[in-house]
């Protein structure tokens, strides 16, 4: 006797079922004989074959016999009887049951079965009749004889339960047997019907989808041809779909633009909001949305066009090729968003561009000097009539490029007032963790922006807000010194300027000597631009020459210059030719580089009182209360010289206002030398803010002050003992030129001057 345990499969008498020999044998655990008893025992649950145990089984199982054994291994089983099982353990742990023929209660007429059957069946041949593969199943279904052989072929397919399955082999009345087989079968057909029936309408559907996309593809091939052959015909409404399928926007821009352009279609040419909408269109479609591709960039050769392109500024390319290396590492369009800030004329635009030739991309400036309206960075809604986009999407639109290295010109130049902040519309535009959905209100869809390159310019960052400031990393230009000046004069200004005026290598030759002359006497800045226009008037003025036939080949000498620059030098501030008690030179940092100013004091008979003029701002007027204090303290000796004294403080330059604290220690030296008689060497120079306590405190602007203190024929400065490490940043030409001595207390300025 061989036990085979089942599951989940409809198990009649009566029916011959056919089993793999290579499955049987794993249900059975045996080779397979013919003529050898079966007993199908039905499991109440699916378990594997050494977990199974007696109380797993149902109670009424199927008797039958091997009947058959294919050549190709096909095991057929017929079924005889249902039997009642008795179960028992045998002792080497494999399962023994003995059983009792179980009898069938015959309630049901055969003639009436027969009736129902053959009624299901023609049923069965109506539901296959309508596939490709009809004859087979046909054939199939009729070599089913009664109910129990349909109902057990169909086993695998019917909706039913395990338990379901076994309450037909457990019902003895033939009647009931037959309603639940009849039920499962109907079922069965039903959801066999609504199925076929849904995978006919989903595949009509599908056929009618491919069917029109087909159709519009011809449409559009044809479409497209007729373009090329006639380009002059195209509507507008037919240019900008073919733009909007080939721009590569993102899903929210291309769902607005084919909205705007269903609008266009209804508003017609005539349309008053025809305009309008043309302009929307024009403008995102121009934009370039597809992500260009990293560009390696060759370090060794943008140092060269840096070096190129640029003189000096080494901290600085060297700053910049950091920020390519580290693009270049994590293979990123954009680095760190870098704001250039020194004194005009020093490079900073011009650096920009050296960048994008540097990197091999597009370049782009968008000046925001004086912007006052937060509409000019973000763009205007549409809804306004004359609505246009901002100036960073239309950079971009200029640019034709997803990645383009935009400068961004004169940042501290914003101004805020009541049309809104546009600094803080620049938040959004420099910060890399929003700008990838930068919203520009005209288009109102979002762009990506991090792959843009941003860099910034500006001359001071006292107006550039903190949040602003906060996500920029600032590189300072310092000035330039003279002998800078000459080498930028010769390798770059001078034969651009030849260039531009269209004169000869030959004809024209500035000397070396006229260049410094140049630079010493007629310019009077940190950077090159004032000299470029002084070379620019030198060439124009050799053009005529030229022309004119009166000389072939011109030499500018520095006798020459006031001839053909026809002005006089500019007066520059240069130290005292004698020196005299209570007048002290100091150092000043503007926004066009350093300067020297001059701290002149006098006591005259009168109310006690002080007097400051020169246009002093208020943090400078307090430096003089200090210094009054500090000095009065330190020599004690001497306050009474205050007394009954109207004390007059006045720095020359009256037109130009002065504030900071930095002037506090010249202050403080030149009441010092004023109220001692003793007068300070006019080729000294200082500068550094004081404390209440007679502390030298650190100031900045350090290069810049140096730089003018050698314009000036300083030879000493002293320097905030806290500055020390800003010296790093000075050219080692005018650190040579001076002797720079740091001090921590007033105490050791007035002793080193010779007052104390």
Known sequence: MIYIPCYNLVMLAGVTYYFEKDYFKDLAKTEAKKDEEVLFLILKEEKKQEEIENLDFYPVGVLGKITGISEEGTVAVTTSARVELEKENADDGTIQVKYTLKADIEDLDEQEEQKRYSAIKQEMFQAVG???????????????????EMVSAL?????????????????????????????????????????????????????????????????????????????ENVTDIRKFEMKIEKAGMN?????????????????????????????????????????????????????????????????????????????????????????????????????????????????????????????????????????????????????????PVVVLDEVDKLVKDYNGDPSSALLEVLDPEQNTTFTDHY???????????????????????????????????????????????????????????????????????????????????????????????????AAVKLVKGEQKSITISPKRLKKFLDTRPVLHDRILEKKQPGVVTGLAWTQAGGDILFIETMLVPGEEKTVLTGQLGDVMKESAVIAQTIVKNILPDKADAFEKKELHI??????????????????????????????????????????????????????????????????????????????EDVAEEVKEQLTIIPVHEVKEVLQKTGIF
């Open 130 to 148: 309508r596939f490709q593969w009809a004859i087979v199943a046909r054939n199939y279904i009729a070599n089913w004889k009664k109910i129990d």
């Open 155 to 231: 086993s695998g397919y019917l909706d039913i339960s395990n338990e379901e399955k076994y309450a037909m082999l457990e019902a003895d009345s033939r009647s009931v047997r037959f309603e639940r087989m009849e039920q499962a079968i109907r079922t069965y057909l039903e959801m066999f019907m609504v199925s076929t029936e849904a995978q006919e309408k989903q595949q009509e559907e599908n056929e009618q989808i491919y069917r029109e996309a087909a159709i519009k593809k011809q449409i559009e091939i044809l479409q497209n041809k007729l373009d090329e052959m006639h380009p």
């Open 251 to 403: 899903e929210t821009a291309e769902k607005e633009a084919k909205k705007v352009l269903g609008r266009m279609k209804q508003e017609g040419e005539n349309g008053h909001e025809y305009g309008m909408l043309y302009d929307y269109l024009d403008f995102v479609t121009s934009l370039s949305w597809k992500k260009e591709p990293y560009t390696p960039v060759d370090l060794t050769k943008a140092a060269e066009i840096l070096d190129a392109d640029h003189f000096g500024l080494k901290k600085v390319k060297k700053r910049i090729i950091q920020q390519l290396a580290v693009m270049e590492l994590n293979q990123k369009q954009s680095g760190s968003i870098l704001l250039f800030v020194g004194p005009p004329g020093t490079g900073k635009t011009s650096i920009g561009q050296s960048i994008a030739k540097a990197c091999g991309r597009k370049y782009v400036r968008i000046s925001l000097g004086g912007i006052r309206d937060e509409a000019e960075i973000r763009g205007h809604r549409r809804t306004y009539i004359g609505a246009m986009p901002g100036r960073i999407m239309e950079g971009i639109k200029r640019s034709g490029a997803s990645n």
């Open 443 to 541: 288009m109102n869809v979002p762009y990506d922006l991090s792959d843009v390159l941003f860099i910034c310019t500006a001359n001071s960052t006292d107006t550039i807000p903190e949040p602003l400031l906060n996500r920029m990393e600032v590189i300072n230009f310092q000035g330039y010194t003279e002998t800078e000046k000459v080498q930028i004069a010769k390798k770059h200004l001078i034969p651009k300027s030849m260039k531009q005026m269209g004169i000869k290598s030959g004809n024209l030759k500035i000397t070396d000597s006229a260049c410094h002359t140049l630079i010493a006497e007629y310019t009077m800045e940190a950077g090159v631009r004032g000299l470029k226009k002084q070379i620019d008037t030198l060439c124009r003025t």
């Open 650 to 727: 006045h720095v020359p330059a009256g037109a130009v206002p002065k504030d900071g604290p930095s002037a506090g220690i010249t202050l403080t030296t030149a009441l010092a030398s004023l109220i001692t008689g003793k007068a300070v060497d006019p080729e000294v120079a200082m500068t550094g803010e004081v404390s209440l306590r007679g502390f030298v405190m650190p100031i900045g602007g350090l290069p810049e002050k140096l730089l003018a203190a050698v314009r000036a024929g300083i030879k000493t400065v002293f320097i905030p003992r806290e500055n020390v490490d800003d010296l």
